[in-house]
């Protein structure tokens, strides 16, 4: 085992004399109390450590011991239901200081019940049996990649700590390897794949404005910038319990304490729409606030996603949310000054442009090793300083992500929530998820969104002029665009968070609500085409169930839409006069 002596120390950073050999991103113990760390530069015969916890108390010539092996997590089905911190360490009691082996929490004991006999042959990837938790899911006791071989025993059913070997695995050197239902993976690389699928159909998030403007793929990434007080941390809290995956893990990267306090209160007490049980079965926090060591939050963002493959390899559809990726940057920034690196662009490192596309690319929907189906679907929020979507973080990031959710001060001060700014956000494979709206019973779907998107943009249009002339003044057609523009925003994209029947919204909700709203549009028109003054629309009686209907209809209550369908034809038809009379008014005129 190499050794090495601290020389020199600033904060997290330490340099120490190598006595022995030392490999890049090695794993290292620092000091009596075992501190974490990880070499990040060798130099001769010396080693710059970066330190994932305080070094308050540090000295030179305190002695650091090298693991012989990266920095790694354990992951398994006992992460379900969990909090910890950025290095998978737990933060719901007990000790928290990772001992060897990367354990994150102490062993749970968990149901096994094997589908594999002696003899058998495996590959990396595939299963050896079902794993029960406590609650949640049935879970594949999943042999790890880099394993394959015979098996030459295997465990019967009954209950086993996570960390027990419930089979043996001889391989192709005829080694024999322990097989538990958890396994240690190193955090900065990706976890292998069968290969990797196009998609061709969105992550439903209930979020009507995302869903149906600005589709995220399953697989996808997504950024979400906005400035303070825009409500980014709302939001993805908001897709944390809306969205469609099977596994939420949610990231709190550096944020304030008090946040991710709610954060950790709320979600153990909401209960899953879809199933019934608590959410927090299906669940992942993982919590590095502000006042916790800067390098931890360096890291913390690679023991998420490596979580996140991990339950995709078990052929599961998981949402990663990151809150937010500004205060990684800023944590990289700190680490790479007091390694004495060259500044760039912002101050920020010049590597941050491939930082930042190592962590998105680990998303996809991929085939896996196993032969199923899952994915990694990355959501992360960024907080440029006084919401300059030009400075750095930003800028990079759009060049990684298909799905752009820009989020707009003056929007959240007008309390319209989600405050996604339909003009500054775009989704670059919205129009590739028509077939998959078609089959969802939205055929008009593409049709709507860019009629709703072309009416957003001749509102921000129309709106300069209306401040220089009136309102009043413009002519009738431009008054309907602006009546329609403001029935879009209040009838279908605000959305209350608030409201049981409306904080979540599925496809058939969101269909039936795009087509009633695109239907009033068209009737409105042709009632303006044939002279009726656009004051009298504002006096329909169908306007306020239709602004209303997103809080007072829910998803299963199909049968209320086609009432309010009904009435808004049975309006209209005694609103525009028929044919006839139109041709006698005009004569007589």
């Known amino acids: 085992m190499s050794m090495a002596a601290i020389r020199w120390i600033s904060g997290p950073v330490l340099r120490a004399t190598a006595h022995g050999p030392f ?18 530069r060798i130099d001769g ?62 062993p749970a004991r968990l149901a096994f019940r094997p589908a594999r006999k002696p003899g058998d042959t495996v590959k990396g990837g595939e299963s050896l049996g079902e794993v029960a938790p406590a609650a949640g899911r049935a879970l594949a006791c999943l042999v790890p990649p880099d394993v394959e071989g015979e098996i030459v025993a295997i465990a019967p059913a009954g209950d086993y700590e996570d960390t027990h070997a419930v089979a043996t695995v001889r391989t192709a050197g005829g080694d024999e390897r322990g097989v538990a239902m958890s396994h240690a993976w190193p955090v900065r ?121 991990y339950f995709r390899d078990q052929g599961l559809h998981v949402a990663l949310m990151a809150d937010s990726t500004s205060r990684w940057a800023e944590a990289l920034r700190e680490v790479s000054g007091r390694f004495g690196e060259l500044p760039g662009e912002g101050g920020y490192p010049a590597y941050l442009s491939s930082r930042l596309a190592e962590f998105y690319e680990r998303a996809a929907l991929v085939e896996t090793l196993s032969g199923s189906r899952g994915s990694v679907t990355v959501m992360g929020a960024i907080s440029p300083p006084s919401g300059d979507f030009s400075e750095p973080v930003t800028s990079h990031t759009k060049r990684y992500v298909r799905a752009f959710w820009a989020l707009d001060v003056k929007r959240a001060q007008a309390r319209f929530y989600p405050a996604v700014h339909p003009l500054q956000s775009y989704s670059e494979d919205a129009a590739g998820f028509a077939p998959w709206w078609n089959e969802n019973g939205n055929t008009q779907w593409l049709e709507l969104r860019r009629r709703f998107l072309t009416l957003l943009d001749e509102q921000s249009r129309l709106e300069r002029m209306a401040k220089i002339i009136g309102k009043d003044a413009l002519p009738a057609r431009q008054q309907l665009t602006l009546a329609c523009a403001d029935l879009v925003n209040e009838a279908f994209l605000r959305q209350s968070a608030f409201a049981p029947k409306d904080r979540v919204a599925g496809p058939a909700k969101q269909a039936a609500m795009m087509r009633l709203v695109g239907r009033f549009i068209e009737l409105a028109t042709q009632a303006v085409a044939a002279g009726v003054a656009p004051e009298a629309l504002s006096r329909l009686a169908c306007l306020r169930p239709l602004a209303r209907m997103g809080e007072e209809i829910g998803d299963d209550e199909q049968e209320k839409f086609e009432a309010v369908a009904a009435a808004l034809e049975t309006e209209f038809h005694a609103l525009i006069p028929a044919p006839e009379a139109r041709d006698e008014a005009a004569a007589a005129g």
């Open 23 to 40: 490999f890049l991103r090695e794993c290292v113990r620092v000091g009596p109390q075992g501190l974490l760390g990880e070499v990040v």
């Open 45 to 106: 015969d010396e080693i710059t450590v970066q330190v994932y916890e305080d070094t308050t108390g540090l000295r030179p010539g305190t002695l650091i011991e090298g693991e012989r092996q990266p920095l790694a997590v354990r992951v398994g089905p006992a992460l379900l239901g969990n909090i910890f911190d950025g290095l998978l360490r737990p933060l719901t009691g007990g000790d928290t200081r990772m001992k060897a082996g990367f354990r994150p929490a102490p």
């Open 189 to 309: 690389v990706p976890r292998p794949v069968a290969r990797r699928l196009p998609t061709k159909e969105p992550l439903v998030t209930g979020q009507r404005i995302l869903d149906a403007l600005f589709p995220v793929a399953l697989g996808g990434k997504a950024a979400i910038p906005g400035g303070f007080g825009t409500g980014k941390t709302v939001l993805l809290e908001a897709l944390a319990k809306g969205c469609a995956a099977d596994v939420i893990v949610y990231l709190g990267c550096g944020e304030r304490g008090n946040e991710m306090a709610g954060v950790l209160e709320e979600l153990p007490e909401l209960v899953d729409p879809r199933t019934g049980r608590k959410l927090m079965e299906r669940t992942v926090i993982i919590a590095n606030t502000s006042n916790m060591p800067v390098a931890a939050r360096e890291a913390s963002i690679y023991s998420a996603i490596t979580v996140a493959e």
